[in-house]
């Protein structure tokens, strides 16, 4: 249990559905951020928010859309999204999003999606 | 983005000592090493850190070379829930950019 819990943990949609996911954090963190981890790949940065305020977006298309309500929270939603767009996405926060150790991030368990 | 590399794959018996390499040559001064390490299909989780001195958790050992251009991540006694895809990462700005990293295999 790392303090980062991600809903649901599956996901099937199709191309023209919209979905949310959610990423919770529970250790007073100030920064959190989305990862993408598609088959055989390195993980990639999608996004990054500190002190709720995004600060990076990684050339991510336009039907990602990041939501940080507060601190504690971090949605992704999701829309009219394409089959290689199937992957895991991994959520994870940490104290903040500077240089050195209060960059620790604690990763979620991830969402399965799957696009059909 | 400071590059590292690791070996692609390795293997190491049960209760041995794991030794993970990994060269960063292009580091700067104030650049952090970091390790994590990822069971199949769980999120990554963070092992250790390191700037200019040896560290040492209950983790892991990390040994970072006096010029910082390598490091070796020390699994004392390694078991087998220790297999996995271990990353070795140069923090850059605010950014964790992940590699294809090293898959440690423990054998019994």
């Known amino acids: 249990e790392t303090g980062v819990t991600q809903t649901p943990r599956h996901l099937v949609m199709g191309m023209t559905n919209k979905k949310s996911l959610k990423c919770e954090q529970h250790l007073g963190h100030n920064a959190m951020y989305w990862y993408k981890q598609s088959a055989k790949k390195p993980l990639e940065l999608m996004f990054v928010?500190?002190?709720?305020?995004?600060?990076e977006n990684n050339s991510v298309p336009s039907r990602f859309s990041p939501e940080c309500p507060n601190s504690s929270h971090l949605f992704l939603h999701l829309h009219t999204l394409q089959p290689e767009d199937s992957a895991l996405y991994l959520c994870?926060?940490?104290?903040?999003?500077?240089?050195?150790?209060?960059?620790?991030?604690?990763f979620g368990a991830g969402t399965r999606l799957s696009v059909l | 983005d400071a590059k590292t590399t690791q070996p692609t794959s390795m293997d190491c018996a049960e209760g041995r000592a794991a030794n993970l390499p990994c060269n960063h040559s292009?580091?700067?001064?104030?650049?952090?090493v970091y390790w994590y390490r990822q069971i199949h299909s769980q999120g990554p989780q963070y092992i250790i850190h390191g700037l200019k001195n040896n560290e040492t958790n209950e983790m892991a050992s990390l040994i970072i070379t006096e010029d910082r251009k390598s490091s070796t991540l020390i699994l004392p006694h390694a078991t087998l829930r220790d297999t996995a895809v271990y990353y070795c990462i140069v923090l850059r700005s605010y950014q964790l950019t992940f590699g294809k990293g090293t898959k440690l295999s423990v054998i019994p």
């Open positions: 292009t580091i700067s001064g104030n650049e952090y």
């Open positions: 994870a926060s940490s104290l903040d999003a500077g240089q050195g150790p209060k960059n620790i991030q604690y």
């Open positions: 928010y500190s002190l709720e305020e995004r600060v």
